[in-house]
């Protein structure tokens, strides 16, 4: 049952968490599940999410960063999500093309037609079925988001969360924006409470926007 699912949402909105619970939720439903992210998703990908994400490249134009990412982008749909689709799978994208009007359209104020375009370009049209904006204040966010910075090992994929405060509340208008002008797509969730209670609403808010079949295992919209 091909169904393509994307999350959005600020830095440290949680929407990694969120795709994660869902991905178990649908698993045991009986489904199979292609979870994925952008940048990246593919080992090609992942090396251009690394340009991308490093705070040192900050000397790194707008037109460039946009560039990259349809780039990734590109090799991200050809080699996992529309063979994914194709499968039958059902893939859950932590991030992909309202991310780049959000970020480098709102946030890095880039022409919004241009990227349309791109992203079309990058895409070759495919869209998702259902967006999941996680809303929450920007403060919020990126408090948390620097405290899981400052408490990994691995590379410290900075270069946004060390954006000022108004990128970001740009950023946040830009994905309400989206969500107010493509109602039919997205669902809007508050990220602001605890993981608990953001699931219980994006459970039973998502569940409507299902396909039959996988909302019947959904339980109509039940949490557990
Ligand atoms: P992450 O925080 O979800 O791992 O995403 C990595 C960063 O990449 C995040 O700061 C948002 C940024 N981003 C863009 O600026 N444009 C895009 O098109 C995508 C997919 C991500």
Do not use: M, N
């Given at each position: 049952m091909a169904f393509f699912i994307t999350f959005e949402g600020v830095e440290g909105c949680g929407k990694t968490t969120q795709l994660k619970r869902l991905k178990e939720r649908i698993e045991e439903a009986g489904e199979r599940v292609t979870a994925t992210r952008e940048p990246g998703g593919s080992p090609v990908a992942?090396?251009?999410r690394a340009i991308l994400l490093d705070a040192e490249n900050r000397d790194m134009v707008p037109l460039a960063e946009?560039?990259?990412?349809?780039?990734a982008r590109a090799?991200?749909?050809q080699e996992v999500i529309a063979p994914a689709l194709e499968r039958g799978d059902i893939v859950l994208c932590d991030r992909f093309t309202d991310a780049t009007m959000a970020y480098q359209g709102y946030g890095r104020e880039l022409n919004l037609e241009t990227i349309g375009q791109l992203n079309e370009l990058a895409t070759g049209g495919l869209q998702p079925q259902l967006t999941v904006l996680i809303d929450c204040?920007?403060?919020?966010?990126?408090?948390r988001a620097l405290a899981r910075i400052e408490s990994t090992t691995g590379a410290r994929e900075e270069r946004f969360e060390l954006e000022s405060v108004r990128f970001h509340e740009r950023v946040r208008d830009g994905y309400l924006r989206l969500a107010a002008t493509y109602p039919d797509r997205f669902v809007v969730v508050d990220g602001s409470g605890s993981v608990e209670q953001t699931?219980?609403?994006?459970?039973?808010?998502?569940?409507?926007?299902?396909p039959d079949k996988l909302r019947a295992a959904f339980g109509g919209g039940r949490v557990r």
């Open positions: 992942d090396k251009i946009l560039l990259l990412y349809a780039a090799q991200h749909v204040p920007v403060e919020v966010g990126l408090t699931e219980v609403v994006l459970v039973s808010a998502i569940a409507s926007r299902l």
